[in-house]
């Protein structure tokens, strides 16, 4: 890394060609080296120290400030500074040296450049080549120190540099005048009046360097180069400075050229710094408690897009301040995004905020600040209260008040669990005091409390919880601890509450044991507040002595009376390994064993023996106090394997070494079942394993053959493991079983073996008949042409029966494994010869006896149907011909049925007769009718269908009508109405006799139920009738209905009615008083009624009484 000083009058933003170059950077910051020295770059007041890395990014370092840079040979890194300036090198006391760049004195350059106090430094040679070149192939780094940590306190920056590794990056250290301050310099608040006496003679001491310095300053080294220099092209880069474009740039032999680079460089940085500093003030949004959210606009003059030419986007940064409008402002952004979210502030509180914007590490003036003030919220959660003063029944609390986040506190929660201990709060205490008393509380308990602040706009969280306990008396003495349960190195002693406390008291118990009978001191073992505790790590068969003691809050009590207890005695060892006591058999023997070496501080009790079989499967034989043991129900000639294990009170000890033991010889083992093969031949092949022989060899075999157990026979006995057997009947069930004998006896039988032997063609069928009671539905081809044969399933000698051949001479028909096969299209009246055989897979067997079958002759044809009459409600049928002999002589059943609404035909009939009449019907409707003949040839076919109708019903005879004298010679009839009948209209026909006339005379027809008639003749007789009369409305017919009973009239006089007989009941005005059965009807219900509502008034009279 390369360290170059550049003096201009404002920030440069396109570097010389020199500094475009690839160069090498130090891959990694190297510390603790003897070799590594810290160098210090002085920046003075006013000037800027930029440092460029590879991506052309800048970082800018504005002074007063003191860079620690890394060297990593210890060598001054090469400074490059503008015309009119030097740099030198400050070596103190402690041996830190410092890179100061001031301006040359008039003694040595032309009076165009400023003068300078210090002298100058001479700068390597290879500087000297050309004004902006340094050489590629330089290996000296200067890293810059990363913290505070690389270097002494004493040479800290007055400017907080970023915490940033320069690994791999190119540093340029350039200076700008002092004249340009930035604006939040501005707004800073001024400094310390000893800080800023001591800058300014800090500033006075670099201006004014030692005088043997500078006595050497004047050289003929200019800006680090010789003065016959003549200047050369540079290499075109491209510059680090923002909103530059790339330029070729001569080479520049004369400091006027360089001077003219310089001021086009701070011209250029001035004008983006200006740009920078107009960013406008920010906007705050969504203000919360603790949360804003502030945005911005990017400032205006450069444009940063993807085809504005510039390669960097702005970046910024928020500074806020909580100490007022020129209080001390706090970096809390950097980043590239126009909005930022403000979390952690605090409520109620005054905010200013101001808004920084840089671009290629340009940086400019902050932005007018804004201010906000934060919303109100809940208060802070309390500490928890503290306890003030308490006794045995009362405690009083206080508390402090937390921070209200701008409202004011206005009441106080208390909450307590009241000494449950179970985690559940209630309120105690709510108000604006900071203290708080409860009484009638249980002395010595303990109390957990929570507090919460409440303000006009919410609560807080509640505190920490807080116990606080109650006063109450010492403990008395405890009873002393009683044993629950003893082990070999643990004893589980439980105890009970002392006498006066309460089950809400808090005791603690101190449990103390005395392990030594020599030491009288107890110590300490348990303190809980548990009523049981398990003391382990202790010594078995060793006695021990435990004391009590219970405390509390206000002491602690005497100890209880001694427990003595004693440990568990520790199991018991091995015994000796068993041995065989007596002769072996082969089922049995004796073993004996002595008892276990080692104490264990307890006698045995009892031995248990245990036995592992040669499939290593264990079992314990013996369980007891003897010394010996017998075992029987064993193989012969097994190897049987024996171990003994011990117990007393502690428990059961180790298992013995084991012994083997090996049964005396026996009979043979039970013989596998045999395995028997089927030959081609018919033989058979019977073969088998040898069993196990039980420690002597085998002399034969036996061997067992029969149709079943309880005749088996023995057909082979020998040495061989195999057997034939001949002359067997096909597909028979034969069974075997085997046997072994050897020099001490006979084995047992093997397992009993089924076998068969192969299958044959199936026997002939034995029962073959003809189904002559069939039912003639059972089957839906007629009768006549068909035959139904059955017959009994033969057997099939040992392979499923697949079907049936069956001969009808000429014929010949297969069917499958069934015992019922129909036999169709044959003739009627014929006789048939049949005859059947069974087949499966190895054959077909041989035929049956012929059976001879006829078959019935044909069912009659359906007659002719006919309608004999049609009424409204019924249909007479009739149908064949009642008079024909032939129907006679073969008596036929006739089957009628007829058609429901579901389109299924129902039998209403059935029998020889040759007419029916259906009644129940419906006038005017249409009906479907089938019928069938059946003799003893069976069910003839239905005929076609029927279809007949109903005609329409006449309409019903009427009531004799009602006469009515009117005013005059008129008179009014009245008679009862008939509804439509299917739609169709009733009219109404009225006739009138007048006198002794012989005919009625028609008066009136219409749909009215009433007519007048006038002109009648006083003293004469009148019969009046109705009939209701049907209109069909589809045929226009009109079917009239009977007429009515005819009703008298005499027309009489007035006078005759004032003086005749006023209580007839024959008179029509007396009929007209009486009330009709409407008005009767209503005159009960309304008689109930009241008689309802003067039991419900009683009822309640009563019941309220």
Known sequence: MYVTMMMTDQIPLELPPLLNGEVAMMPHLVNGDAAQQVILVQVNPGETFTIRAEDGTLQCIQGPAEVPMMSPNGSIPPIHVPPGYISQVIEDSTGVRRVVVTPQSPECYPPSYPSAMSPTHHLPPYLTHHPHFIHNSHTAYYPPVTGPGDMPPQFFPQHHLPHTIYGEQEIIPLYGMSSYITREDQYSKPPHKKLKDRQIDRQNRLNSPPSSIYKSSCTTVYNGYGKGHSGGSGGGGSGGGPGIKKTERRARSSPKSNDSDLQEYELEVKRV?????????????????????????????????????LSFPYSYEVALSDKGRDGKYKIIYSGEELECNLKDLRPATDYHVRVYAMYNSVKGSCSEPVSFTTHSCAPECPFPPKLAHRSKSSLTLQWKAPIDNGSKITNYLLEWDEGKRNSGFRQCFFGSQKHCKLTKLCPAMGYTFRLAARNDIGTSGYSQEVVCYTLGNIPQMPSAPRLVRAGITWVTLQWSKPEGCSPEEVITYTLEIQEDENDNLFHPKYTGEDLTCTVKNLKRSTQYKFRLTASNTEGKSCPSEVLVCTTSPDRPGPPTRPLVK???TSHGFSVKWDVPASESGCEVSEYSVEMTEPKDVASEVYHGPELECTVGNLLPGTVYRFRVRALNDGGYGPYSDVSEITTAAGPPGQCKAPCISCMPDGCVLVSWESPDSSGADISEYRLEWGEDEESLEFIYHGTDTRFEIRDLLPAAQYCCRLQAFNQAGPGPYSELVLCQTPASAPDPVSTLCVLEEEPLDAYPDSPSACLVLNWEEPCNNGSEILGYNIDLGDTSITVGNTTTHVMKDLLPETTYRIRIQAINEIGAGPFSQFIKAKTRPLPPLPPRLECAAAGPQSLKLKWGDSNSKTHAADDLVYTLQLEDRNKRFISIYRGPSHTYKVQRLTEFTCYSFRIQAAS???????????????????????????????????CEILWETVPPMKGDPVNYILQVLVGRESEYKQVYKGEEATFQISGLQTNTDYRFRVCACRRCLDTSQELSGAFSPSAAFVLQRSEVMLTGDMGSLDD???????PTDEQFAAIIVLGFATLSILFAFILQYFLMK
Not at 946 to 970: C, D, M
Request: proline content about 12%; aromatic content about 4%.
């Open 273 to 309: 710094q200006d740009i920078l500093s107009g960013i406008e003030k920010p906007q705050v949004s969504n203000i919360q408690a603790r949360a804003v959210v502030l945005s911005w606009a990017p400032p205006v003059g450069l444009s940063c897009g993807p085809h504005s030419g």
């Open 582 to 584: 007596g002769p072996v």
């Open 1068 to 1074: 029509p005005k007396m009929k007209s008083m009486m």
């Open 936 to 970: 003893e040839a069976g069910e003839g076919p239905f005929s076609e269908t029927y279809t007949f109708s109903t005609t329409k019903s006449v309409p019903p005879t009427i009531k004799a009508p009602r006469v009515t004298q009117l005013e005059g010679n008129s």
